[in-house]
Structure formats: C-alpha cells, structure tokens
Nanobody
C-alpha cells in the first residue's frame, strides 16, 4: 500500500493544521487501520493517533488528546489528522502508516507495514 502524506507547514503556536494521508488501492478493509506518528530531531518516532479501517475506534497519545482529531473519508480513501491548539513541542516530521494492528498494537510503529514519506510540521512560539 502506497501512502501519501501532505498538509504540513509552518504555523504559530495556537494555530491549526490538517494533515492528509491518501491510501489508494487496498484500503478500508476489516482489520487494522491507519496511524500517524511523528519524529522530532534527536528523538525517537512516537505515536500520535490512529483509526481503524472501519472507523469504529480511534486512539490518541495523551499529549494530543483534546487537540488532535483523526478521521477518515471513504469516498476519497483519505485519513485526516486535524491539529488544533498547536504547540512548539508538536514540531516534527509527521508520518502516516497503514497496517493490521489490533487494539493496543495501534500504538506501536512496528505493527504497521506501509509508511508515507513524511510531512514537516513546524510550530513557532
């Protein structure tokens, strides 16, 4: 599955961005889903949010709960990450990934098989 992430950019603290992840081809099947991860310079890649293919479940890192929202559009085969109230510590390269994780596996990068190229998000203070 080839993923394409887009929507990053430079924004001031408190601002908003919406990231998009196109998932063409085999998508929205019964098990697994799409996750967003991020990696800041000098830091390990960390989980941000995920949604099951069915859309019935979503998962969020504690650091983004209440500020970020993940959603999906079946007709466009696209998963979105709406990011509000952005903080300088949200600055990172954001990656979307697809795979077949179950339950708590959604938080683990190694459970995803396909990754997009990443999109830079920079939040200025």
């Amino acid at each position: 599955v080839q993923l394409q992430a887009s929507g990053g950019g430079l924004v001031q603290a408190g601002g908003s961005l919406r990231l998009s992840c196109g998932v063409p081809g085999v998508a929205f099947i019964s098990r697994g889903g799409v996750g967003w991860f991020r990696q800041a310079p000098g830091r390990e890649r960390e989980f941000v949010a995920a949604i099951t293919w069915s859309g019935s479940s979503t998962y969020y890192a504690d650091s983004v709960k209440g500020r970020f929202t993940i959603s999906r559009d079946d007709a466009k085969n696209t998963v979105y990450l709406r990011m509000n109230s952005l903080k300088p510590e949200d600055t990172a390269v954001y990656y979307c990934a697809a795979g077949r994780p179950i339950g708590s596996e959604f938080y683990t990068a190694g459970k995803y098989d396909s990754w997009g190229q990443g999109t830079q998000v920079t939040v200025s203070s």
